[in-house]
């Protein structure tokens, strides 16, 4: 972790999917491929803001539609033109997922400037000085597809990012308990917390993320259960009426949750909340 690097994570609101970004320094690195209309304005406002034209990292956990449309990757590449791309190991199972893998490889072969990255084990890579960040999954080959989705640590900064793709399996959790992987601040990327092995008092109470971030699930059971977290002290958010900007902070200990105009769980308005590093 970089402790003197300005840090900015934005999660892009749309109705059925996630695209989130993460930038320390000027390197821009781009969580998921749901460019469309909704998101794109936002995503070129903000590679404005941190002095960006182009993608460093296009990460893309899984092979999912709720992770990446063809239809919008394609635009994506042309407009934004990645230099790496890392893509799940695991064959995708639908149409969609087939020819998203597709398009990237074409993409890769012809652009003089593009590296296709595929993830199978973990391993610590550097893009470069300022983004370190680490793959805790997959160790083994699942049954399920979903469970071979890439998670990883994202970890520069003042705050760090956890995506966990659509994993269900409680063993990839249990092992990033086992090895105490996480140690710094950092914002919990969840599909839906009804089924994230990821929402577990273990899981929980060991690392207490700064905040957790609903991505798609169901709302009904993100207000029950995010009652529960807040009286642990735990933040809970989704992306319910705008981008989520968080920011590292103007103190060195704090960083900065800016919402956009969304509601926490009681149906309450805020725009801006400090959160205090440990």
Not at 59 to 75: G, L, N, Y
């Amino acid at each position: 972790m970089i402790e003197d690097t300005y840090t900015r994570m934005r999660i892009y609101h749309q109705n059925d999917g996630f695209l989130v970004s993460y930038s320390v320094n000027m390197v821009f690195v781009m969580i998921g491929a749901r460019y469309n209309w909704e998101t794109a304005p936002s995503v070129k406002e903000e590679m404005r803001i941190v002095g960006c034209d182009s993608i460093d990292l296009l990460h893309i956990p899984s092979w999912d539609s709720k992770i990446c449309k063809s239809e919008e990757i394609e635009t994506l590449l042309k407009d934004l033109q990645p230099t790496i791309i890392e893509i799940p190991s695991y064959a995708p199972v639908d149409k969609e997922g087939k020819n998203c893998r597709k398009l990237i490889q074409d993409f890769c072969n012809l652009s003089p400037i593009s590296q296709l990255r595929i993830v199978s084990h973990k391993k610590v890579t550097n893009i470069d000085d300022n983004i370190d960040y680490k793959y805790l999954s997959p160790r083994i080959d699942y049954a399920k597809p979903k469970d071979n989705d890439i998670v990883a640590l994202f970890d520069s900064g003042r705050f760090s990012v956890l995506s966990t793709g659509l994993v269900e399996s409680h063993v990839i959790v249990d092992d990033i308990l086992a090895e105490n992987t996480i140690k710094n601040p950092f914002v919990l990327l969840v599909d839906d917390m009804r089924r994230s092995p990821f929402i577990s008092w273990d899981f929980l109470k060991k690392y207490h993320p700064l905040i957790i971030v609903d991505m798609t699930g169901s709302f009904q059971f993100y207000v029950r259960a995010g009652e529960k977290l807040i009286d642990r002290g735990i933040y809970t958010i989704r992306t319910s009426k705008g981008d989520i900007i968080a920011m590292s902070g103007v103190r060195e200990n704090d960083n900065e949750i800016s919402t956009s105009g969304n509601e926490d769980i009681a149906g309450n308005k805020y725009e801006k909340e400090v959160i205090s590093r440990r």
